[in-house]
């Protein structure tokens, strides 16, 4: 898997590249990660990249020609990759999405800066534009990173348990159940007593039972896009009845 991220700041990406998990995969090489400075694709003297918006209107825009160029570079290395325009106009990112993007050999992310880019660079050049929420950032570095992360902790030998991530929330549809580690009681709060019974058929219950639970506390309308097996829809009842009992 290949990342190309056409960006102004390559050094946001330092920590990302050199930490944790993401650091990991990129030491093992089940990663490549390059970045690009559209700064290094200018011919005038001051390495101008934004200009003016047409019309008036405050802040600045990312010139056409140095992206332009920029791409050419990064495509004559990764041509088969789609390019991507991170911007808090495109498709909201989501775990299913990460799951596709972890299929791919590649993907170039463009991230923006100032009020944007001149929209006929992304007219001609984008395939999909990707935003991590309904709120607006200083720039594409931080949505690159995010999309990155959540896309390489699927590739096959990157987490260290292979269940890691298909225990996570939402990669069946539903929030993960809740967790504990030791000690057995802190201040009077006590590990539930079926996750110390050593009885693993009664904790993968009791565990899709809470991230049922769960899910339908917090985000209701992820089941119903989901739906649910019988013995689901069982376990939910058991969850709801509990909980209207405790309330
Ligand atoms: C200040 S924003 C520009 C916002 C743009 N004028 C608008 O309102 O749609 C600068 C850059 O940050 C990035 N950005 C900001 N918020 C984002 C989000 N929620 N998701 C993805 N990218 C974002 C984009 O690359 C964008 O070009």
């Known amino acids: ?8 700041f390559p ?19 089940l990663v490549n990660l390059s970045l690009w400075n559209p700064r ?17 209107g405050p802040g600045m825009l990312m010139l056409v020609a140095p992206l332009q160029a920029t791409l050419q570079a990064v495509k004559s290395q990764a041509p088969n990759s789609p390019i991507a325009y991170l911007s808090p ?8 999405i990460a ?20 929209e006929r660079l992304l007219e001609r050049y984008v395939d ?25 902790r699927l590739l096959p030998g990157v987490l260290g348990h292979v ?11 539903l929030l993960d159940c809740p967790h504990y580690t030791r000690p057995e009681e802190i201040e009077g709060m006590q590990v539930p007593k079926v996750l110390l019974s050593g009885n693993h058929a009664a904790i993968n219950e009791w565990r899709l039972q809470q991230a049922l639970g769960r899910t339908w506390l917090r985000r209701p309308n992820l089941l119903k896009q989901r739906g649910l097996s019988p013995k689901e829809q069982r376990l939910l ?11």
Do not use: C
């Open 11 to 29: 050094e946001f990406f330092n920590t990302f590249v050199n930490t944790g998990v993401t650091g990991k995969a990129l030491r093992n090489g």
């Open 40 to 56: 290094n694709y200018t011919k005038d003297l001051h390495r101008t990249v934004d200009d003016r918006p047409y019309g008036g």
């Open 237 to 247: 009842e058991g969850f709801i009845s509990s909980w209207t009992l405790d309330k």
């Open 99 to 118: 799951q596709n993007l972890a299929q791919r050999s590649g993907t170039i992310f463009i991230a923006g800066r100032y009020e944007g880019v001149d």
């Open 1 to 8: 898997m290949r990342f190309d991220v056409i960006t102004l």
């Open 128 to 152: 999909e534009e990707w935003s991590i929420g309904d709120y607006v950032l200083t720039g594409g570095e931080i949505p690159a990173l995010a999309i990155m992360d959540a896309v390489i």
């Open 163 to 173: 269940a890691s991530a298909i225990e996570d929330s939402y990669t069946d549809g």
């Open 89 to 96: 106009q495109g498709q909201v990112f989501t775990q299913k």
